[in-house]
């Protein structure tokens, strides 16, 4: 078992100037797509954005998000929620957090960005990049190749393991 990249994934929000493969881009959505999801409906929509002018709007929409100014990339998790009103949120979170995964295991940064349930941004974001009503943005994820080295680390506490019973 390998548990190497899970580790290893840490908040990067300094890039540096050079751009992010669509190769890569490419094996991150697919691992987004690969996680589980309540009743497999899989009601994920990504958009995948590598123009600098449309980093820089959404930098400048979302209040922890200014490290967009220099990422390369970024997806946005998006979650139709006619298709699951009860469960788009967990799967959508899902999806993300494999995209932090893949990204660590490709040698490139990012950053987990909470949209959902922040209204002003959400509003901001849809506006930026055309999403519709009924859509759900649950992340945005910033991308790029690390400026700043973050160590591996587990976070794990004996504590806050109830073996048996609480
Ligand atoms: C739901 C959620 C929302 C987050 N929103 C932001 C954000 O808006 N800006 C940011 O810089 N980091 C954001 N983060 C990243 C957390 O700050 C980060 O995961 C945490 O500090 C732990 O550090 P690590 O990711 O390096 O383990 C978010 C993480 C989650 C799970």
Not at 26 to 42: C, D, F, I, V, Y
Not at 96 to 119: D, F, Q
Not at 129 to 135: A, Q, T
Request: with cysteine; aromatic share 6%.
């Amino acid at each position: 078992m390998s548990t190497d990249n899970i580790f290893a994934r840490r908040s990067v929000r300094k890039f540096i100037d050079k751009k992010v493969e669509a190769s890569h881009m490419k094996t991150l959505l697919e691992a987004g797509m690969a996680a589980p999801s309540g009743r497999n409906l899989k009601p994920w929509h990504f958009v995948a954005i590598t123009e600098r002018k449309t980093l820089d709007l959404l930098a400048e929409a979302h209040p922890y998000g200014k490290m967009l100014f220099e990422a390369t990339a970024a997806i946005l998790v998006c979650g139709d929620i006619a298709v699951s009103p009860d469960y788009w949120i967990q799967d959508c979170s899902a999806a993300t957090e494999n995209i932090l995964v893949a990204a660590a295991g490709s040698g490139l940064g990012s950053v987990w960005l909470g949209c959902h349930p922040r209204e002003d941004r959400v509003a901001a974001i849809k506006n930026i990049l055309g999403i519709p009503d009924e859509i759900g943005i649950l992340s945005l994820i910033a991308i790029g190749h690390p400026g700043e080295k973050k160590e591996p680390r587990t976070q794990y506490e004996e504590k806050r393991v109830h073996r048996g019973k609480w």
